[in-house]
């Protein structure tokens, strides 16, 4: 899964596979889902995300992945 966050637009992509996307389905406003040619969720765009969410405040928990540094 990848968080992707534009400031220009304020919108927020979280990539929840690597599949392309065929269909997009707004789910409520200035929400839309993604799905692959199978029907499966691809990803979530949100517009004026920042109106939306508390971006400051990222907080991952009981995930079972494997820890990867990112750098910018």
């Not at 789910?27 to 995300?49: K, L, P």
């Amino acid at each position: 899964m990848k968080l992707n966050y534009y400031p220009d637009t304020d919108s927020l992509y979280i990539d929840l596979s690597e599949k392309t996307s065929v269909d997009s389905i707004v789910i409520s406003e200035g929400v839309v889902a993604d799905y692959d040619s199978e029907g499966n969720i691809v990803g979530i765009d949100i517009d004026n995300a920042s109106k939306k969410i508390l971006l400051k405040q990222l907080s991952i928990n009981k995930l079972p992945f494997q820890q990867e540094i990112l750098t910018a």
